[in-house]
Every structure is written in C-alpha cells, then in structure tokens.
C-alpha cells in the first residue's frame, strides 16, 4: 500500500471523543467527497472512497452521532480491472441534520452564520477534526522517499476558505493554487508536513516521514562531504603536480644540489612521495617539519623555478 493509503488507514482508525469534534469530521467529509443521490425514491447524501477504512471511518461517525446503522456496498468493474468504490447513503433526515449543525451543506451554502461556523473552528480540537476529515475525503501526501508533498482538494471558494482559516489556526503554513474549478491547498515542507499529521493524529505516518528525513540527511550529509574530499584530493593533487614540475626544471636548470639544504631535502622529498599532503610530507623529514614550514619553503621552490620559466 502506499505512504498516503498507510496514512489514512491510521487517521480513520482513531477514536472518537466529542460529538462537535465528530460533527466536524464528518461535515468536512461530507463537502469534500460526498454527492446527493437518489436512491429508492429518496433523497440520500452518499460517501464514497476507495479506500474501505474511510468508508467505516464514515460508518462509525454517523453512529456515534445519529446512533444509525448504515450498510457499506462496493461497486465493482472487473471487466476494466479497477479498483472498487465504497460507498455508504445517508438517509435525508440525517444529512440534513447534518448540514444544520455544521453550519454548511454540499452546495457550498451556509446553513449557519459565518461567524458560528469560523468560530467553533477557533477551538485547537475541532480544526483539528475539521483538518482530519479533509484529508480523509480529499487529501494524498507522497511518499517521503519520493518527495515531500502533501495537498487536499476543495470543490468551491467558501469550503477553501474554511480549510485556509483551519490551517492559520493549527499553525500549518499551506499555499494555495486552482486546478481548473478546484483548490488545492498544499505543502511542500518536510516540518510542515509533519506538523500536520501531528494535528490530524498521524502519528506513526509523522515518526515514517521523520524517519526518512533523518536518513536523507545523513545520506546527503555524506555525499557533502564524500563531494568535499574528492575536491581536496584535486586540489592536492594538481599542486603536487605543480610542485613535482617546478622541481624537475629547477634540477635540469640549476641542479638540486646547488639548492640550499632545506629546499634540496623538501624537493627530494616530494618526487619520493608524491601523492602525499604537506602534513605527510613534513612527517618525512629529519626533524620533521609542521605543515606550515612545509609551504613556506615550498613557495620558496615554487618562486625559484618562476624564474627559469620567464628565461
């Protein structure tokens, strides 16, 4: 299953606490991926999903609020191998219910004042529920490993309105953009998504994402400094080069034994190891020399050999 399925199994699994926390689940829910049907005659407000665990996150909402028993179908096509929809109808009397006491119905019209409806969403514990059902009805974040991206979906202005004014509550710094008709809020930020399953009660999915997180990190820090050394060792290596053959022209110009003795023993020193560092290079001598009495005498090489190279 993937990171966002994972996700949502564990959101639709938490207990219930209140009726205003449930009330406010399952309203944003409702608005987000739910439609009015017609069924038997009658007017229902169906949820749908394909995820089965969302479907009895449903289920368990409209009983612990309306103590009603709703039966959970799939509808299936085989012949095109995709995946079933679950589905679940909210009698009429129920759903409109509902939208009386959440304040907005599926159209996207108030039912209740705005300052009601923006106002019980001030509470920490209602946004949060609030925040929850979203994502259960229209939320997908990607896995991790991937990239970091998390975003729901909103049919219409006012129900973007609300999930903007539920995220500056939480603290959860979403952008927003339009897909066509819709509103996508989203979030591109590792610590922000892990704020937000923190918010939702994702707890497990927020401790798999920190655990990436922490892994990249490492992975990336390595590769830094894996990068770094690879320079260095450039580095080192094109100086020596350059050391190596101010060396040779200063012996077939003027002859290593006609340097004073501190040059003639470091030049010598260096065409017998080459590839060393200045620090290795001191080691080799007798007495050793610190790294930098090593690059004062060999500038003086270097400037040496600068003047047969102008001749």
């Known amino acids: 299953m993937s990171f966002s399925y994972d996700t949502k199994t564990e959101c639709a699994r938490l207990a219930l606490h209140s009726k205003i926390e449930a009330l406010l689940e399952l309203s944003a829910m409702a608005r987000l991926n739910a439609a009015m049907v017609i069924r038997q005659q009658e007017v229902r407000l169906r949820f749908f999903s394909e995820h089965p665990e969302v479907i009895g996150c449903v289920v368990s909402l409209v009983r612990f609020l309306f103590s009603l028993e ?25 759903a409109e219910a509902l939208f009386q006491q959440s304040g907005v119905d599926p159209f996207g019209q108030t039912t209740q004042s705005r300052d009601a409806i923006f106002g019980r969403l001030n509470v920490p514990a209602n946004a949060r529920a609030y925040c929850r059902g979203a994502f259960l009805a229209a939320g997908s974040v990607v896995d991790p490993e991937k990239s970091y991206h998390l975003e729901i979906v909103t ?14 509550n939480l603290s959860i710094p979403a952008k927003q953009t339009r897909r066509g008709d819709l509103y996508v809020y989203y979030l591109k930020d590792s610590e922000a998504i892990s704020d937000f399953m923190v918010a939702i009660g994702a707890s497990a999915a927020m401790l798999a994402l920190e655990n990436v997180k922490i892994e990249k990190e490492i992975h990336n820090d390595i ?37 004073p003795d501190s040059l003639r023993e470091l030049a010598e020193a260096r065409l017998a190891h080459p590839m060393a560092n200045l620090r290795q290079l001191g080691e080799t001598l007798q007495p050793p020399l610190g790294k930098s009495g090593i690059m004062h005498r060999m500038r003086r090489i270097l400037k040496e050999a600068s003047v047969w190279e102008e001749e």
């Open 155 to 168: 049919k219409n202005a006012l129900d973007g309105e609300i999930l903007e004014h539920v995220f500056q």
């Open 70 to 94: 709703c039966e959970v179908r799939a509808q299936k096509n085989d012949q095109l191998q995709i995946k079933p929809v679950y589905y679940m109808d909210l009698p009429e009397t129920q």
């Open 223 to 259: 590769n830094r400094k894996s990068n770094a050394e690879a320079a260095n060792l450039d580095k080192q290596y094109r100086a020596s080069l350059e050391q190596i053959r101010a060396i040779h022209l200063l012996d077939e110009k003027r002859g290593l034994n006609n340097l």
